[in-house]
């Protein structure tokens, strides 16, 4: 089954007489688009209303749906066709809100004026105080200059805003901790740097998010140099621990030791060389790359990688094959190998689905979906600001993919990402290490 990725409501009535439900669930069946959930809105003594989630490829099977259903004849009305993704992202996702009420006199007197200046000038004198009494340390700001939005490319930071807004519901879901989307209005390196610089003193630490390649490399190395918080770029970082933790678990699963295996990279980008780099340091001994960038194939060179010259070479050789290109169907069936593991990473449709991976012979496949940095960056960042930890270093992050591989169960890849356990276990680890490493143990 191939995944299919618009979603559409379908409100339909039918009259209430047993077998209705199911003459719509063949229509949609048949057209090939497959059903979620099903809520009964209404039932009346001679009609039920009932809202129907389909998930379909193309407008074109949305509509051969609707001619379907419309040719269903005994009473059978399709009455609404909406797009509740969408809906649900009316008035954004997210919304700054205080945890103090404000309904008397005397509350406004102390949430405000004249009491605050208390507290501000107890912070000008002690200025670690400020951890104890505003948001700072418990902030993240999610930066990004719109370079690399998802697979979809440099669409600019105010079309990346809904993927930036879901980052920060998932932080503050995930980890408690306020995610506050900053939008640059320049891709220049070195105003990136002088901007997050300005801005830091509000947060606790700075998610860097789809800053494309090479650039992002600049970015970040010079912020971790010039700051003293933690810094993560997620594209690189966070997609490295969860990749890692899913080869982790496919090779405990297979009976294979990781550090022996052939790995193989397809896109060497933000997200490809930090994958590169995270293995080589785990130990990985042989990683393979290509990508259709000569400077990103040079990069692997300095890295110690080793150079594919093509993807069906990089597919002939490895055990574990990794795909960050943002290039949907890069991955041809007729290129898999028997019982390789195909991680397929580029969102929003990967390299290949992992139903066709595992079809032509996959022992495991996924996708961006699932290994997902969802799974990392909340609790990383949760574990960092804990231990008040000024930088997230290679320890940390190893530790946040052993751990979140100590949550896969035997035969997956990763674990579910809103299993709350997940999160602390890597926030938990994180701040372990982060604490060892300050005192220097
Ligand atoms: N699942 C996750 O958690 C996750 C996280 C980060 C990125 N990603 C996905 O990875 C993809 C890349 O993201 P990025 O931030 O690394 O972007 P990037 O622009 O930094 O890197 C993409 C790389 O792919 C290469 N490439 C493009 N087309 C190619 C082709 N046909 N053959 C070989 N190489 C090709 C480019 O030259 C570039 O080096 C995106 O689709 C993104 O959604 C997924
Ligand atoms: O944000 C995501 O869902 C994944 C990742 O950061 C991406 O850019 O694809
Ligand atoms: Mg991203």
């Known amino acids: ?79 609404t066709v909406s797009d509740e993704v969408l809906s649900a992202h009316e008035g954004g996702k997210i919304a700054m809100k205080s945890k103090m009420p404000i309904k008397s006199l005397a509350e406004l007197r102390r949430v405000y004026t004249p009491g605050v200046a208390d507290v501000c000038s107890l912070i000008k004198r002690e200025p670690d105080k400020a951890e104890i009494y505003t948001t700072i340390n418990n902030s993240v700001a999610i930066v990004t200059d719109g370079t690399a939005i998802l697979g979809l490319g440099n669409i600019g930071p105010v079309a990346g ?55 992002c490399f600049e970015v970040e190395n010079r912020l971790k140099e010039e700051l003293n918080i933690p810094i993560m ?38 997200a490809g060389a930090a994958i590169c780099r995270m293995f080589m340091a785990y130990g990985v001994q042989v990683v393979y790359g290509t990508d259709k960038s000569e400077m990103a194939m040079n990069r692997l060179k300095e890295y110690g990688g080793q150079i594919s010259s093509n993807i069906e070479e990089l597919m002939e050789t490895c055990d574990i094959v990794i795909a960050t290109t943002g290039v949907p169907g890069l991955i041809k069936k007729e290129f898999v190998k028997e019982g390789q593991v195909i991680l397929a990473l580029s969102n929003p449709r990967p390299e290949i689905e992992p139903e066709v991976a595992l079809e032509a012979g996959a022992a495991y496949a996924a996708d961006g979906r699932s290994i997902n940095n969802v799974l990392g960056f909340p609790g990383i ?45 890597v926030a938990e680890e994180v701040e372990r290490v982060a604490r060892h490493v300050y005192v220097g143990v």
């Open 1 to 79: 089954m191939i995944t299919k990725h618009m979603i559409r409501t379908l409100m339909i009535e039918t009259p209430t007489v047993p077998g209705n439900l199911g003459k719509v669930a063949t229509a949609i069946g048949l057209v090939g688009a497959d059903i979620g959930e099903v809520e009964t809105v209404k039932v009346g003594p001679t009609y039920t209303m009932r809202n129907i989630t389909v998930q379909v490829e193309t407008e074109e099977q949305l509509n051969e749906i609707i001619t379907a259903i419309e040719g269903l004849e005994e009473g059978i009305k399709l009455h």
């Open 161 to 215: 805003m809904p993927v930036m807004e879901g980052k920060a519901a998932l932080f503050d879901q995930l980890a408690g901790i306020s995610g506050v989307p900053i939008l640059l209005d320049t891709t220049d390196p070195e105003e990136i740097i002088r901007t997050v610089k300005n801005i830091a003193p509000g947060f606790g630490g700075i998610l860097l998010e789809d800053i494309g390649s090479p650039h």
């Open 233 to 270: 770029h997620d594209d690189q970082h966070g997609t490295a621990v969860v990749t890692l933790a899913a080869a982790i678990s496919a090779c405990k699963s297979a009976g294979i030791d990781l550090k022996e295996a052939k790995v193989g990279q397809i896109g060497l980008g933000a």
């Open 381 to 425: 960042f949760r574990g960092a600001l804990n231990a008040k930890s000024k930088v997230v270093n290679h320890e940390m992050l190893v530790a946040a993919a052993e751990a979140i591989a100590s949550c896969t169960k035997h035969g997956d890849l990763v674990p579910d990402p809103l299993q709350p356990e997940v999160h602390e276990k």
